[in-house]
């Protein structure tokens, strides 16, 4: 399942496969691990951008819905990098798409930082008064705030870059963008 939602076809992401993945993760929140463990052998291998880019657009919706599971039972950390990604073909619209995939990798990348490091910390101190919590507070203001940076630099970079899958994976950092937004505004509001 994992390799027909990261296949090679550049029109579309094949939902029924990838549908299949987050159901596996979704009925037994032990098997994220594994599931993300599959995606990222096959990230790391890929030189093709749609591949890439499916890869980022499963391991984002399989870290969405780590975070449903229980602690011990979460992705974790993204497992592969893509920092360094270059495209293999020689067209000249391969750059831009490097450059899309290596966004939207430093996005996931912190977001799933981010993620690990709410957890391990609890959420920071409880007592509202405590000036404590004013200081975690604002911590996590200004982490969301350097997601939303990160959320928008996952843009297409050149002319031509209207395909389908590009759309798709920007309908996936556009839902985002709302939902950062909002929390950084929730966050301001309680401050």
């Known amino acids: 399942a994992v390799i027909r939602a990261t296949s090679h076809e550049d029109r579309w992401m094949d939902y029924g496969s990838a549908a299949r993945v987050f159901a596996w993760a979704r009925t037994s929140p032990s098997s994220l691990r594994p599931a993300m463990w599959a995606l990222a052998c096959r990230a790391r291998r890929t030189r093709c951008w749609v591949v890439a880019l499916k890869a980022l657009m499963v391991a984002h919706g399989l870290l969405l819905r780590s ?112 939902q950062v937004y909002g929390e950084i505004s929730t966050g301001i509001a309680r401050f």
């Open 67 to 178: 975070g449903l599971a229980p602690p011990a039972a979460r992705a974790g950390r993204v497992p592969f990098e893509l920092a360094d990604f270059r495209d293999r073909s020689s067209s000249a619209r391969s750059q831009a798409f490097s450059a899309l995939v290596r966004a939207y990798f430093r996005f996931l990348d912190y977001r799933s930082l981010f993620a690990a490091q709410e957890d391990t910390d609890g959420g920071g101190v409880d007592a509202e008064c405590c000036s404590g919590y004013q200081m975690a507070l604002l911590d996590r203001i200004a982490k969301r705030q350097f997601l939303l940076e990160l959320l928008l630099h996952i843009r297409p970079y050149a002319d031509g870059m209207e395909v389908p899958l590009v759309l798709e994976a920007m309908d996936c950092a556009l839902v985002e963008i709302f």
